[in-house]
């Protein structure tokens, strides 16, 4: 599935990238980041944040992609003043042809692009001091068959569709990620499609219908139920 993604340009002015062969956008082409500011910071970091944890704070992401996810959770990290141990997953990283292309046009724009660059350019397979505020590791794996590691206190599920990559959507994936997590943890996701809420129900989670950004009606975040209050 090696792929050179096309640039285009989402409806608020933010780049995303277009996968030809599962002929999908990697982020909302109403807007790629109001939708990972509205669903993956503001349903999943900034409620997985004002909750009392240890630090650091433990990600896992399945589809680093652009690195938007990140770059949005590192900027975040340093203006809360909480370190974040980010774990991300991508089977087919980008080329650096294209990730120098990406311009998300966040302040301050000069940090931003560095850090941009830097995410991409950060070694991969194992963990690697960003800097202050943020622990990156991320992994070329497979999430089918990768070992998930424990306690992560937040997911970010930004899979392709179920449409393209239904077998990342499965009952027995939400389960693996379950066991994965700590109690309490948040899994937050674009997708409200029925059948993927009932399999995070089945799979020890609690979910909710949240409202979704421009051109979405609803997401979902769902919460894993502590068993050890039962």
Known sequence: MKHKPLLRMTEDGSPTLYHEALGEHYH?????????????????????????RREPLRVLEVGFGTGLNALLTRLEAARCGAPI?????ELYPIEPE??????????????????????????????????????????????????L?????????????????????AEEVFARLAEASAPGAILA?????GEVRRRLQRSGFLVERLPGPRGKREVLRARLVDRSED
Not at 85 to 89: A, G, K, Q, S, V
Not at 151 to 164: H, Q
Not at 189 to 193: E, G, I, L
């Open 149 to 169: 590691g424990q306690g992560y206190d937040l997911i970010y599920f930004d899979a392709f569709s179920p449409e393209a990559q239904p077998e990342l959507w």
């Open 98 to 147: 294209v990730y120098r292309l990406l311009n998300f046009d966040l302040e301050p724009r000069a940090e931003a692009a560095e850090l941009l660059l830097r995410l991409h350019q950060a070694p991969w397979d194992e963990p690697y001091p960003l800097d202050e505020w943020m622990t990156l590791h991320k992994r070329r794996a497979d999430l089918l068959s990768v070992e």
């Open 189 to 193: 996701t674009y997708c409200a499609k």
């Open 28 to 52: 909302s082409t109403h807007g790629a980041l109001q939708e990972s500011r509205h669903i993956f910071i503001g349903y999943g970091l900034l409620p997985a944040l004002s909750e009392p």
């Open 85 to 89: 141990d980010y774990t991300t997953l």
